[in-house]
């Protein structure tokens, strides 16, 4: 055995061995807010989605914007997280837990004194709306946690408009159930 074989075989059996992780409700009296952005280099537009449940995984809300102009995939999931805070606010959340799967965003948004980016506006944005709380935490998790917010986004994608939806749509509902047939 060569060794891109013997490589190759230990980096499938670390993929393979690590449990998938899913989606689970925020602790009791918080919400919870998804978020997923999706961008498109050549025509510089974006989608953003972002989803609303509560402690029981129940839904809330969900929406999805068609950015016309965005700078990067970047400043796309930015817009997608000051969407979903916003969105969480204006449905009276006072304690919220926002999950993406954009690691870049989660550790800018963490180190305040580091903030100076393409996307320092919205994160002074998100901040000025997150004190309005009386708590917030911003989380990295896995796509795998995330599937209902990038189903939001990919709607708006398709559409190429932007809404809410009081009433999940179709698309939405299956990533929901998916994301409920796994809660612990």
């Keep these: 055995m060569d060794l891109w074989h013997i490589l190759h075989d230990e980096k499938q059996k670390k993929q393979t061995s690590a449990p998938v992780r899913h989606w689970q409700p925020p602790p009791q009296g918080w ?5 997923d952005a999706a961008y498109d280099d050549e025509s510089r537009t974006g989608v953003v ?18 950015i016309p102009y965005v700078l990067s995939a970047l400043a796309a999931e930015a817009q997608a997280s000051r969407t979903g805070l916003q969105l969480a606010v204006a449905h009276g959340a006072t304690k919220v837990i926002m999950e993406m799967d954009c690691k ?4 800018l948004w963490h ?3 580091e903030r100076r980016s393409e996307i320092g506006g919205i994160l002074k944005q998100m901040e000025q709306v997150a004190h309005s709380l ?5 989380v990295f998790v896995p796509r795998s946690c995330n599937v209902s ?11 190429r408009h932007s809404d809410e939806w009081q009433i999940p749509p179709e698309l939405v509902v299956r990533a929901l159930e998916h994301d409920c047939n796994h809660i612990t």
Excluded: M, P, Q
Excluded at 104 to 107: E, F
Excluded at 149 to 159: D, G, K, N, P, Y
């Design 49 to 66: 989605g972002a989803l609303l449940r509560d402690e029981a995984g129940n839904y809330i809300t969900a929406s999805a914007h068609w």
């Design 149 to 159: 917010a990038h189903e939001c986004a990919r709607i708006a994608l398709s559409s």
């Design 104 to 107: 870049v965003l989660v550790d």
């Design 111 to 113: 180190k305040e004194g």
């Design 134 to 138: 009386i708590d917030f935490t911003l």
């Design 31 to 35: 919400l919870k807010c998804n978020t």
